[in-house]
Each structure stands twice: as C-alpha cells, then as structure tokens.
C-alpha cells in the first residue's frame, strides 16, 4: 500500500509542479523542465505500480531493475550500440540518404523519369520489412553489411519523394528571374532549387532517422553474429532477462532521440531563413 500511496503522490507533485511552470513566462528553462518533470513523474508511478502490485519482472521490471542492469552491462550494450547504430544503421542513413538525393535531382533534371520511378518507389516503400530483412540478410550476409542493406531501402524512397518534392517548391516567378540573369540549370540548382529544398529534405532525414534504427534492430533477428541490439533483445527474451531488453529498448530510445535532435539542430542552422524556423 506504501508504493500505490507513493506513486498518486508522485502524480500529484508532478501535476502541480507542471501546471506551476505552465504559467509562468515561457522560456528555454521552463520549456525543458515540463518533459523532464513528466518523465521523472512516469517513472516513479511506474515504479510504484511494480511494487506495489507485486507485478513479475518477466513481465514488467520496475526502473530501478533497468538502471541496475543498465549500470552492469554497458560493456555489452556499448557493443551491441556499435554494431547496430554505428555500423548497421548509420552507414545505412548515409549511403541511401545520399543516394536519394543524387537520383532526385537526376529525376528532376529528366522529368520522364519521376513518371516510372516515383510509382516504383512507392510500391517498394509499402513493402514489409519483416519480409524483405530476410531476403537481404541472405544477400548480404550475417554482419553488419546485411542490416545496412536493409536500411538503404528503407530510406531510401522516403527520402527521395521529399527531395523530388522539395525541388518543385520554386514557383515559376522565381525560375523565370534565374533565367533572366542568363543562369543555366545547375546554376539554378545550386542557388535556387536546393535552397528552397531544404525543409522538403530536412524532413526526410529526420523521418529516416527513425526509420534507419528500426530497420537495422528488425534485420538482426533473421541473422547476426553475437552481438548487436536486435540479437540481445531476441536472445534476452528467450532467457526472460527482460531487464536487459529494456536497457537495449533504453539505448535505442537514447540514440535516436540524439540523432532525430542533431538533424533537428542542423536544421533549424542552415534554413533559419524558412519561417518554419522563426519564434
């Protein structure tokens, strides 16, 4: 009963601190304070819930299991955070962001070409990854190469569709001004086209930030070598260490946090002139 007392106490304290905050001048303090103070508040009500009902740790371990857990096996979680994010999902991101920038510039340049690419990306990106991870991990091979296959195509036609998108932006006053200053189509491209693309691509990215990650962990489960997230997570579940597949769950939720807030941060640096970004 004292945990259950605990946790509407918890609730409560969080409630009225926010709504105390909620009314005060906003700033960048105040502005961070609200989610942390409603994190904080969620994890000791979750907490409160575990002990207090006696619930099973196979079936929900409280916080302070996952932060034990999470404190003795960084060694492992820095391993398998190395293979999934930097070597799986990472060289992924780049390689099919990149290379979805290149082709929509090309599509745009031949116009024919947006006519029988854009369906077939579209049909490509409805295709499920549980089916398709397989297929490619045995392509590719078990290691890390595989998983960033799977990411590639993942992001790949998301990224495009924002691109080619984003290049359409300009209006036709805009084109005819660059055509009377005698500039040819890169000139435009360069000055014009990609400038006002900005958003249209910085979008992308930051959808494909979530995307890579997932791709990368479901990869893992039709093949790894013994390490990587999406291993431990399906290992650990099979040994009921649920409080290491929370820590896993943990150090996703960290890292794409970190990079969805890194693309949001270059973002808001190289199109601050797009009024999206003012306020």
Not at 22 to 34: E, F, I, Y
Not at 147 to 154: L, T
Request: hydrophobic share 55%; glycine share 10%; aromatic share 12%.
């Amino acid at each position: 009963m004292g945990w259950i007392i605990f946790g509407i106490v918890a609730w409560l304290a969080g409630w009225g601190l926010n709504v105390y905050l909620s009314r005060l001048p906003k700033s960048r303090a105040t502005g961070l304070a609200v989610p942390v103070i409603f994190g904080v508040t969620l994890l000791l009500i979750w907490e409160s819930i575990v002990r207090g009902f006696g619930i099973s740790p196979v079936l929900l371990p409280a916080p302070s299991a996952i932060a034990a857990r999470f404190a003795v096996s960084t060694g492992i979680l820095w391993e398998d955070f190395v293979q999934t994010v930097l070597k799986g999902a990472f060289s992924g991101y780049v390689i099919g962001c990149g290379a979805a920038v290149v082709t929509a510039v090309i599509v745009d340049r031949f116009p024919f070409l947006r006519r029988g690419l854009l369906p077939v990306g579209n049909f490509v990106a409805a295709l499920p990854i549980i089916g398709m991870a397989p297929i490619l991990v045995m392509w590719f091979g078990f290691d890390w190469q595989s998983k960033a296959a799977v990411v590639v195509v993942m992001v790949f036609f998301p990224m495009l569709v924002n691109t080619v998108e984003g290049l359409q932006a300009t209006d036709t006053m805009q084109r005819d001004l660059m055509r009377t200053y005698a500039s040819n189509y890169w000139v435009t491209l360069r000055k014009l086209r990609l400038p006002a693309a900005m958003p249209f691509i910085f979008n992308g990215l930051k959808i494909a930030t979530t995307l890579a990650l997932i791709g990368a962990i479901v990869a893992e489960f039709f093949g790894s070598p013994i390490r990587g997230m999406g291993f431990r997570i399906s290992t650990s579940v099979g040994q009921l260490a649920m409080d290491l597949v929370w820590a896993e769950i943990v150090v996703a939720a960290i890292a794409g946090s970190a990079v969805y807030g890194g693309v949001a941060l270059l973002e808001k640096a190289m199109t601050f002139w797009h009024p999206s970004q003012r306020g």
